[in-house]
C-alpha cells in the first residue's frame, strides 16, 4: 500500500461506500482494537472460537454496520495522506505483534462484542480480516492479489474445518485463491456449489 498514488487512495471498492483508504482504515482499526484488549482483565475462561465469533448476531446488524462504517471514514479523514495512513497501519500491526508475542499461550481476551476468546484464536479473525480486504484492496486497485501463502492457509482451514482442508478443495476443483474468494463472497458462487461445499463441512462465515 505504500506505492499506491494520490488518485488511487480515492478509488470506490466493492466493500460500499468505502474507498480504498477507507478500507485500510478500517482493517487498521480492526487490528488497533488489541493493545486495550490486552490491558484489560483477562476472563476466566474463552467460550468463543473464531468460527464462532463471525456468527449472524447484533455485530452485524445495520446500525452496527452504520457505525463500522464511519470510524473506518472517520480515521482515514484523520490522516494527511494515504502515505500517512499506510505508515500508521504499519505501525499499528507491529506494536500490536510485539504486544501478542509477550503474552503466554493460553491467553484469553474480551472483544469489544464481549466475547470471552483465547488471543490465539481473535487473531484468526484479524487474519481473516488482512487477508480478505487484501484481495478487496488489490482488486480495487487493480493489482495482483498478494495474500500470502500462509495467510490462505489459515483462512481455509478456518473455512473448511482444519489442515484436510487442502483434500476437500481438490474435490470442489478450485484453486485456493477462487474457493477463498467464492466463501467470502468475493465471487459469485451458485446454489450447486454451496451445496458442495456444505457436503465437505464447509463453514459459511458472517462477514459485515
Request: net charge negative; hydrophobic share 45%; aromatic share 6%.
Amino acid at each position: 500500500m505504500t506505492g499506491v498514488s494520490a488518485a488511487e487512495w480515492h478509488l470506490p471498492t466493492r466493500c460500499t461506500p468505502w474507498t480504498v483508504s477507507d478500507l485500510l482504515a478500517h482493517v487498521r482499526v480492526v487490528i488497533a482494537w488489541l493493545p486495550g484488549m490486552l490491558a484489560a482483565p483477562a476472563p476466566i475462561r474463552a467460550e468463543v472460537s473464531a468460527v464462532e465469533y463471525y456468527r449472524p448476531d447484533d455485530r452485524f446488524a445495520p446500525d452496527a454496520n452504520a457505525a463500522r462504517i464511519a470510524l473506518a471514514q472517520d480515521h482515514a479523514a484523520d490522516q494527511l495522506s494515504g502515505a500517512a495512513l499506510a505508515e500508521d497501519f504499519n505501525t499499528t500491526w507491529q506494536q500490536v505483534d510485539q504486544l501478542c508475542q509477550a503474552e503466554p499461550e493460553g491467553r484469553v481476551v474480551r472483544t469489544r462484542h464481549g466475547d470471552p476468546m483465547l488471543l490465539s484464536e481473535f487473531l484468526l479473525t484479524r487474519v481473516v480480516e488482512v487477508a480478505v480486504h487484501g484481495l478487496d484492496l488489490a482488486d480495487a486497485l487493480g493489482r495482483e492479489p498478494w495474500l500470502t501463502p500462509q495467510a490462505a492457509d489459515v483462512v481455509q482451514d478456518l473455512l473448511l474445518g482444519g489442515p484436510d482442508g487442502a483434500a476437500a478443495l481438490g474435490k470442489l476443483g478450485w484453486g485456493q485463491l477462487r474457493f477463498l474468494r467464492k466463501a467470502t463472497g468475493r465471487e459469485p458462487i451458485t446454489k450447486e456449489e454451496a451445496l458442495e461445499v456444505d457436503r465437505l463441512d464447509g463453514r459459511w462465515l458472517t462477514l459485515g
